[in-house]
C-alpha cells in the first residue's frame, strides 16, 4: 500500500481489520457487556449530585431539564463519531489511539496522558468517594460511640481506597471475572434508579405544581447553567465506554455502534426520568435554602421527600452500592488506554503487558488503582467534580474532532458511518467550548477548572520527553505466572 502524504509512520501501518470470530478467545466481550459498560461509566456520581447543584443556584426545573437534554444530544453526537473511529480502528486504547491516528504520535500521547488522569483515574476517585459517603452515612451517629474520630473524619477517602483496592483486585483476576462484576452491578444500579423513581412516583408524595417554578434564564442563571451543562457532561461522559473494548469486542464493526449510540439513548431516558423525578419531590425553594453540599445529595433528599426519612438511610446504602458500578467500569476500561499507550512508548514499558491466561491488563490496572487512590486524598468531593469536568470536556472534545481527518483516510477498516456528518461533530465542539467558558470564567470554580486545563497543557513537554526516551513494549500479551 502507498504511504499517504502527511502520515506517520504508524498510520502507514494501519491495516483492514476482519470481523472475529464468535469463539476468538482474543476478543471476549460481546454486545451487552459493551452496552452495560456503557451504561456503568455513564450513570455515576453526576445524575446522583449535580441536578441539586443547578436547582439550588437556580431554582429553575425547566433549565435543569434543558440542560440535560441538550447533554444527551451532545452525548449522542459524540458516541456517534466514536462508534464511526472505533469501527474503523478496532483497536485497544479508545481515545489514544483514535487521536494517535487523527493527528499524530504527540498528540495521541497528550490526549492519552489526559484522559488517563482527567478521564478515568480522578472519576474513579469521584465516584469511589462518593459512595463511600452514602455508604457510611447512616452509621455515623452508631459508629462514633467505639470507632475512633479520625476514621470518621477521613472515612470518605479511607472508604473509597478500599473499594478502588477491591475492584482493581477483581479486574485483575480475568476478563470473565470483569464481565461478571460489571454485569451485576450494573443491573443492580440501574433496576435501583429504576425502583426509585417508580416507587416514588407511585407510592411517594410529591406535587407537579414544582414545575410552573420553570422560566426563562436571567442574569446569572446563564452562567449556573453553563457550570450545570459542564457537570451534566461529566455525568454523560461515559458515551465512550464501549469504544475501549474495541480490540476486544467480537464483530466490533456491527456491535460497537449498538452499544455505544444504545447504551447512550437508553442513558439519557433515564437521566431526564431521573431529573423529573427529583423535581416532583423537591420544592424549589426548600432546595434554594440549602447550602451546595447539602444540595448535592439531591438524590436522597428526593426520597426522603417523598417516601419519608424511614427510606432514607437504605436509600443511602443502595446508592453506594450502586456507584461500584461505576468504579468498577473506570477501573476497566482506563487500563485500556493505559496499555495502547505503553506498547507506543508513551507510558512505562511495563504496563503495556496483558495476561495470556487471564485475559486482563494487571499492570495497568494497579497503575490506574493507585493513582485513583491518590486523587481520593487530594481534595473534596466538589473540588475533585470541578478538576476532573472541564479537563473531560476539553479531552472529550479533542476526541471527537479526530474523526474529521479520520473520515479522510483510505487504508482502515471499513466502518460505521456517521449520519449527517460533520454537523454532529461541530455541535459536540461548540457546546464543549461554551461550557469550557463558563467554567473558566466562574470566580468559585476558576481555580479547579484552571488547574485541569494545566493538567493538559503539562502533557505537552511530557509527551515530548517520553516519546524521545521511551521504547516500545513487546505488542505480544506474556503468560501469568
Given at each position: ?12 501501518n ?25 451504561v ?9 449530585t ?39 480502528l ?22 492519552g496522558?489526559?484522559t ?11 465516584v ?21 474520630h479520625?476514621?470518621?473524619?477521613h472515612?470518605e477517602?479511607?472508604?473509597a481506597?478500599?473499594l ?31 425502583g ?25 442563571e ?14 454523560y461522559?461515559?458515551?465512550?465506554g ?27 431516558a ?32 428526593a426520597a ?25 467500569a ?11 499507550m ?9 504496563a503495556?503487558?496483558i ?5 486482563t ?56 458511518r ?26 468559585d ?30 505488542t ?6
Amino acid at each position: 500500500m502507498a504511504k499517504k502524504r502527511g502520515m506517520t509512520p504508524t498510520q502507514t501501518n494501519s491495516t483492514r481489520v476482519k470481523s472475529s470470530a464468535p469463539g476468538d478467545p482474543h476478543r471476549p466481550y460481546g454486545v451487552w457487556s459493551g452496552v452495560f459498560l456503557v451504561v456503568a461509566s455513564m450513570v455515576g456520581a453526576g445524575i446522583l449530585t449535580s441536578p441539586g447543584y443547578t436547582l439550588q443556584q437556580t431554582g429553575n426545573p425547566w433549565g435543569l431539564l434543558a440542560i440535560w437534554v441538550l447533554g444527551g444530544i451532545m452525548a449522542l453526537c459524540g458516541a456517534l463519531c466514536l462508534a464511526e473511529m472505533a469501527t474503523a480502528l478496532p483497536r485497544m486504547g479508545g481515545d489514544y489511539v483514535f487521536v494517535r491516528e487523527a493527528f499524530g504520535r504527540e498528540t495521541g500521547a497528550v490526549a492519552g496522558w489526559a484522559t488517563f488522569f482527567l478521564g478515568f483515574a480522578a472519576p474513579t476517585a469521584v465516584v469511589a468517594r462518593l459512595s463511600a459517603n452514602y455508604l457510611t452515612a447512616p452509621f455515623i451517629d452508631m459508629g462514633t460511640d467505639f470507632i475512633p474520630h479520625w476514621f470518621w473524619a477521613h472515612r470518605e477517602p479511607i472508604v473509597a481506597t478500599l473499594l478502588i483496592s477491591l475492584i482493581s483486585l477483581v479486574h485483575c483476576l480475568g476478563a470473565a471475572e470483569s464481565a461478571a462484576l460489571q454485569a451485576i452491578t450494573t443491573l443492580a444500579k440501574v433496576v435501583m434508579l429504576l425502583g426509585l423513581a417508580g416507587v416514588g412516583f407511585f407510592l411517594g408524595k410529591g406535587d407537579w405544581g414544582h414545575f410552573t417554578a420553570g422560566h426563562w434564564p436571567h442574569g446569572r442563571e446563564w452562567s449556573a447553567l453553563g457550570t450545570g451543562l459542564a457537570y451534566v457532561g461529566y455525568a454523560y461522559a461515559g458515551w465512550n465506554g464501549a469504544a475501549y473494548l474495541a480490540g476486544e469486542i467480537r464483530d466490533p464493526r456491527r456491535q460497537l455502534p449498538y452499544a455505544l449510540v444504545g447504551g447512550c439513548l437508553g442513558v439519557t431516558a433515564l437521566y431526564l426520568l431521573l431529573n423529573g423525578y427529583y423535581v416532583w419531590a423537591i420544592d424549589m425553594e426548600k432546595i434554594q435554602s440549602l447550602n451546595p453540599s447539602e444540595a448535592g445529595r439531591i438524590a436522597e433528599i428526593a426520597a426522603r421527600e417523598s417516601l419519608g426519612s424511614g427510606i432514607a438511610g437504605i436509600v443511602a446504602i443502595l446508592f453506594g452500592v450502586g456507584l461500584v458500578a461505576s468504579a468498577s467500569a473506570y477501573l476497566l476500561t482506563g487500563p485500556r488506554v493505559v496499555v495502547a499507550m505503553a506498547r507506543d512508548g508513551a507510558f512505562p514499558r511495563f504496563a503495556g503487558t496483558i495476561l495470556v491466561r487471564r485475559g486482563t491488563p494487571a499492570m495497568a490496572t494497579v497503575c490506574q488503582g493507585v493513582v485513583s487512590i491518590a486523587c481520593c486524598w487530594s481534595g473534596s468531593f466538589l473540588e475533585l467534580l470541578d478538576y476532573t469536568s472541564v479537563g473531560l470536556t476539553a479531552v472529550s472534545a479533542i476526541v471527537v474532532a479526530s474523526i474529521i481527518p479520520l473520515r479522510h483516510r483510505t487504508d482502515l477498516a471499513p466502518a460505521f458511518r456517521v449520519w449527517f456528518h460533520p454537523l454532529p461533530a461541530f455541535l459536540y465542539l461548540l457546546l464543549s467550548g461554551w461550557t469550557i467558558v463558563v467554567m473558566v470564567m466562574d470566580s468559585d470554580r476558576r481555580l479547579p477548572s484552571l488547574l485541569s486545563l494545566v493538567t493538559i497543557a503539562l502533557g505537552i513537554p511530557a509527551a515530548k520527553w517520553v516519546l524521545a526516551n521511551g521504547r516500545k513494549a513487546p505488542t505480544e500479551p506474556i503468560e501469568s505466572p
